[in-house]
């Protein structure tokens, strides 16, 4: 019986996500109950704005956890070297497979890679960047610094196009 009664109170109390209540949005109408209630002067809210104002409250979650952990967007894109973690099995065991992969597509937080004929699909934070000119320098040490700087600023600079590009997709979706 208590469980009744507080499962009834529970259905009809609006939810601060979507600020309508479980009930209305399950069967489109309030319940009755002996608790009185504010009367809204939309009736019809329609379920597209409750599904937005949950959007949006997400977002604005995501943005405080990302703010509080220091959470920076990857800058690996396509066309990228990248070493790929690995299991440590002894002392000796690098963090980074040394041997280099490219990337070949991104989707989203994950990216397909390529070594040879071997293609896999990673996590980016399975990987890390190697700066361009980087690679060259291994194989040729007469590499020139300042386009090894430029390439960096380059790429640099197209990794914060694209995240600039990415936030003002979410703003209009939102």
């Known amino acids: 019986m208590a469980l009744d009664k507080f499962l009834l109170h529970y259905r009809s109390t609006p939810h601060t996500m979507t600020g309508e209540t479980p009930a209305k949005l399950l069967m489109g109408r309030d319940l009755k109950v002996k608790l009185?209630?504010?009367?809204?002067?939309?009736?019809?809210?329609n379920w597209e704005a409750a599904r937005q104002k949950v959007q949006f409250e997400k977002y604005k979650l995501k943005l405080g956890t990302d703010h509080k952990n220091r959470?920076?967007?990857?800058?690996?894109?396509?066309?990228?070297?990248?070493?790929?973690?690995?299991h440590k099995h002894d002392k000796l065991t690098t963090r980074y497979d040394p041997k280099p992969w490219e990337v070949k597509e991104r989707r989203g937080d994950s990216a397909i890679i390529q070594r040879g004929e071997k293609q896999i699909l990673r996590s980016t934070s399975q990987m890390k960047m190697i700066p361009e000119g980087t690679i060259s320098r291994w194989i040729d040490e007469d590499e020139d610094q300042e386009s090894m700087k430029t390439d960096n600023a380059e790429h640099r600079a197209r990794a914060k196009s694209n995240r600039v590009n990415e936030m003002k997709e979410t703003r209009r979706k939102l």
């Open 36 to 45: 009185p209630q504010l009367q809204h002067s939309e009736e019809n809210q």
């Open 71 to 86: 959470a920076k967007p990857t800058q690996i894109m396509t066309g990228d070297k990248v070493l790929l973690k690995q």
